[in-house]
């Protein structure tokens, strides 16, 4: 402590050795911290980002399984949270009817094989074992890599049987059949008419500009003003479309009179919202391939097919396989088209797992929402593996790990 020159205490003071090594240390610091802002520019203009996906994605998705494994009570002033393990997936999955509450709503009513399903799954299953045969006998054979294929034919044989067995006669699909039904049509369906119609408009056809701008309309409405539109469209009483329905002797005809025709009328009108986004990008990838190579073949002789075949589709393959992968991701989280069209009727007809998760958060049952999420998030993960690794060895060759 130093005194003042009126005599009086002063306050304390650092020594002088301890005032250097700080001044050193923040100098030292600052030095360092410049430093790295003048070398890592990329870095720090990424870390806001990053820090803003670990807030609004990572956060939420550790939250959410640990609510899987507890069971969520709202009371008067707060908030129970119970332990109890596994009992949510055992909701969705037992077969127990006094333990698998939601069973038959999520993986659907099992039914009896007909001759022709046993052939298709048996079909499938030989192909699934042929490309483990020609992995296992290949050079890039790996340990690994047969654990992990044997688990996927496993896996992709169950999802199989589940599809075929509860489409059967005597089946009814649950949630995840459904979803898996919308995701495999729709993609499809988006696809070929995304791809056609932007074949269409790269040719010399007058109003072609005119319809470019046409086909993208269904994606400046909103999901829930195309539910509602074609809710409209779909009703043969007082629909816009009702005159043209009793002209065709359909006015007594009900959409969703069966889980068949709901599903189709939901197919379409998500169809007709997503073939815009496939357009669009399928044109953007056809205007980018030579035209140096498509002259070059017509000059040799190829015709349409070949020119498809061998330059146009090679060329927009690296495009097309990364759009599907997309919308088969945001397919399998459809919620808004069934929701509004149909409420997921007639029955669970058009209940896909998404708006079956959000209709127990609704009624509160956190827990087992938050299982169903998760069990969808293995199988979309599982799908999408399979796809790319599939589509990845057929780009770059057999040199593939």
């Known amino acids: 402590m130093q005194a003042r020159e009126d005599g009086q205490p002063g306050t304390p003071t650092l020594a002088q050795p301890e005032r250097r090594n700080a001044m050193t240390l923040t100098s030292g610091l600052a030095r360092r911290l410049n430093t790295w802002w003048q070398n890592s520019p990329k870095t720090t203009l990424l870390m806001p980002a990053v820090l803003v996906v670990l807030l609004l994605s990572i956060f939420p998705l550790i939250v959410s399984l640990g609510l899987a494994f507890y069971q969520v009570n709202f009371v008067k002033g707060g908030i129970q949270f119970k332990f109890v393990g596994t009992d949510n997936f055992g909701r969705l999955l037992s077969s127990d009817p006094t333990i698998g509450l939601y069973q038959r709503e999520f993986l659907g009513r099992f039914g009896e094989l007909s001759l022709i399903q ?45 599809v075929l067995t509860t489409l059967s006669e005597d089946g009814l699909p649950g949630s995840l059949v459904v979803t898996l039904i919308f995701v495999g049509a729709s993609v499809t369906f988006e696809y070929m008419l995304g791809l056609g119609l932007a074949l269409l408009v790269t040719q010399e056809l007058p109003g072609k500009r005119f319809f470019r701008v046409l086909f993208l309309l269904p994606m400046m409405i909103t999901p829930v003003g195309i539910g509602f539109l074609f809710r409209m469209l779909t009703d043969t009483l007082m629909g816009p479309l009702a005159p043209a329905w009793v002209a065709l002797g359909l006015a007594n005809f009900s959409w969703s009179s069966t889980g068949a025709g709901a599903r189709i009328a939901v197919l379409i009108g998500n169809i007709w919202e997503w073939t815009p986004f496939m357009f669009i990008i399928l044109l953007a990838a056809l205007e980018g391939t030579s035209r140096e190579q498509i002259e070059a073949s017509l000059v040799d002789g190829a015709n349409r097919f070949q020119l498809f075949r061998y330059i146009i589709f090679p060329a927009i393959m ?24 149909t409420g997921g009727g007639p029955g669970t007809a058009t209940e896909s797992v998404t708006l079956h998760a959000y209709t127990l958060w609704r009624t509160l049952d956190l827990g087992t929402s938050a299982a169903l999420a998760y069990l969808l998030l293995v199988v979309v993960t599982f799908i999408a593996v399979v796809y790319v690794n599939s589509i990845r060895r057929r780009l770059l060759g057999d040199n593939v790990q």
């Open 118 to 162: 046993w052939v298709i799954l048996a079909a499938f299953v030989g192909v699934m074992l042929y490309m483990m045969y020609q992995y296992v006998t290949s050079r890039r054979r790996k340990t690994f890599g047969v654990i992990l294929r044997t688990i996927a034919i496993l896996f992709a044989t169950a999802l199989a049987y589940l």
């Open 318 to 341: 690296p495009a097309s396989t990364t759009l599907l992968l997309i919308r088969m991701i945001e397919e399998f989280k459809i919620i808004d088209m069934p929701n509004i069209l």
